[in-house]
């Protein structure tokens, strides 16, 4: 079983540009969770999908984050403009369905670096 | 503040040892996860205690969930250096669609 792959794994980006990050789920999974990952901060949730419905767009994230999920193998996070300050990991993990019992599989991540 | 939280920033034990990782959570759950994360890789579960429950074993690993302090450990016996990680505790707010994250606790096991 494959699971969750997000690509590309590193990207690095001037100050001002648009990035797109990918994310493919496991097969079946209905739940699909974007998350900031910082030193600082640590894990932060940017973005829940349920069946491709978006359940929560991050709050303080969203005007310049956006994630869509196009349909169920497949999801983007959009940073545009990007700043300095996301420079961080960004995680995708997806589950069966994203309660408190269920175990989340994470991809490896996007290491983003703003110039 | 955080649903949940490690107790610790960062551990060192000697290869061996054994260590454990402790977590507090501040509301009722129905139940509370521990990963690891390891360098350049995403958190893996390690263990799911479930409200009702007070112990759970994942071979070298025990997990025990007190209800009444709201409070859980991790406990690793036997750490190898592979063991070096960052350990998370996970909770939901019973009823809630999502699991918040701790900041994590990073496990230095040394040669």
Same mark, same amino acid.
């Given at each position: 079983d494959a699971g969750v792959t997000q690509t590309p794994r590193h990207e690095v980006a001037e100050k001002g540009q648009t990035i797109i990050l990918k994310c493919e789920?496991?097969?079946?999974h209905n739940d699909l969770f974007w998350y900031r990952q910082t030193k600082i901060q640590g894990l932060e949730l940017l973005s829940y999908f349920r069946s491709k419905s978006?359940?929560?767009d991050g709050g303080a994230f969203k005007d310049r984050f956006k994630?869509?999920?196009?349909?169920?193998?497949f999801s983007t996070l959009k940073i545009q403009p990007t700043e300095p300050k996301d420079s961080a990991v960004y995680l995708c993990a997806s589950s069966l369905a994203g309660t408190g019992t269920d175990t989340q599989y994470f991809g490896p991540g996007t290491r983003l670096l703003v110039l | 503040s955080q649903l949940a939280e490690e107790n610790s920033w960062a551990l060192s034990v000697h290869e061996g040892e054994? !260590?454990? !990782?402790n977590c507090s959570y501040k509301t009722s759950i129905t139940a509370l996860q521990w990963y690891r994360q390891k360098s350049g890789k995403g958190p893996a579960q390690l263990i799911l205690i479930r409200s009702n429950e007070r112990e759970k074993r994942n071979g070298r690993l025990r997990a025990t969930l007190d209800t009444s302090s709201q409070s859980s450990s991790l406990s690793i016996t036997a750490t190898r250096c592979e063991d070096t990680a960052v350990y998370f505790c996970a909770t939901? =707010?019973?009823? =809630?669609y999502k699991v918040i994250f701790g900041k994590g606790t990073h496990l230095h096991v040394l040669p």
């Open positions: 789920p496991v097969s079946g978006l359940m929560e994630a869509e999920m196009l349909n169920s193998s | 054994s !260590v454990t !990782v939901d =707010a019973t009823n =809630a």
